[in-house]
């Protein structure tokens, strides 16, 4: 199963605006980024992505769940190559994993968060998840 990383400053959309959500999810509008927006199209149902706090906090704080694959965002203009998929919050990390966390964890140095810092929507490895779930105290 892929993994993700996306990221929202939490005073636009925060981990618990994600849980109010509930099993209905909510659209991850507003990427204007063509990488980012091409890992979006890669994500599939069923997919898992870490929800990290950007800006002032810079921590991972949960896990959200692919539930619908890419389509239009409704929030772009229309004809443009923007798209969503919409995602549901499964379960916050015991222990929210901080970018200090991150970079200080060996195994981690590689990760698309330290390497490609600005971007929204990322990539992460299965050895990365399984160290990062270890690291907020949760089964990945």
């Known amino acids: ?10 005073s636009t959309w925060s981990w618990d605006d994600q849980v109010k959500r509930g099993d209905e999810g909510e659209p991850w509008t507003g990427v204007r980024n063509h990488t980012a927006k091409l890992n979006l199209m890669k994500m599939k149902t069923g997919d898992r992505a870490f929800f990290y706090h950007s800006v002032d906090e810079k921590r991972i704080v949960g896990i959200a769940e692919i539930l619908r694959e890419h389509y239009p965002d409704p929030t772009a ?20 994993v901080t970018l200090a966390d991150i970079k200080a964890e060996k195994s981690l140095a590689d990760m698309a968060l330290l390497k490609q810092s600005r971007l929204s929507v990322q990539p992460v490895t299965a050895a990365e998840w399984k160290t990062i779930c270890k690291m907020g105290g949760v089964k990945g």
């Open 77 to 96: 203009e229309p004809g443009s190559p923007w798209v969503v998929v919409d995602l549901k919050a499964v379960a916050p990390l015991k222990t929210p």
């Open 1 to 10: 199963m892929p993994y993700w990383l996306v990221k929202s400053e939490p």
